[in-house]
């Protein structure tokens, strides 16, 4: 079974983001999720977050991007099997957000694996944590 360097149990991969106003009207518009807590200033300031916060599942994204971008490459395709996060602290508009995913598990029978996920913020508080089970598909695909 061919699975890259990259997805070897114990591999490791990071990005690292500050999540803007930008992003989240964006995300709004994208996902249709305009919940005041997210888009309006007056509003975000008179809840318990006492301003605005990003949508939690930007950062599901942000995994996303690692396992795409930075761990498959041009070479390989990560086709998603499962998720689970658990959001642990809001994030604040400018938060700079650093998420990882580290490599728990590789299925000896099939390009399988299994990785840990966390987000983190600027001072080191974790903002997320989970686990994501992807497929590697070596590209092109064969058959």
């Known amino acids: 079974m061919n699975i890259p360097t990259a997805f070897e149990v114990g591999a490791a991969a990071s990005i690292t983001k500050t999540i803007t106003l930008e992003d989240v009207e964006s995300f709004a518009k994208i996902s249709g999720d305009d919940q005041p807590v997210h888009i309006s200033p007056d509003y975000a300031s008179n809840t318990r977050f006492g301003g605005q916060i990003a ?29 689970s996060c658990k959001w642990i602290s809001p994030v604040k508009l400018n938060d700079t957000i650093t998420a990882e995913c580290v490599v728990t598990k590789v299925r000896s029978d099939k390009p399988i694996v299994n990785l ?22 070596a590209y092109p695909y064969k058959g």
Not at 57 to 78: E, F, H, K, P, Q
């Open 55 to 83: 949508h939690g599942t930007i950062l599901i994204g942000l995994i996303s991007a690692i396992l795409g971008n930075v761990m498959a490459g041009n070479d390989y395709t990560v086709i998603f099997l499962g998720q």
């Open 116 to 137: 840990d996920c966390i987000c983190t913020n600027q001072d080191q508080i974790k903002v997320m944590e989970g686990t994501a089970t992807v497929y590697i598909d």
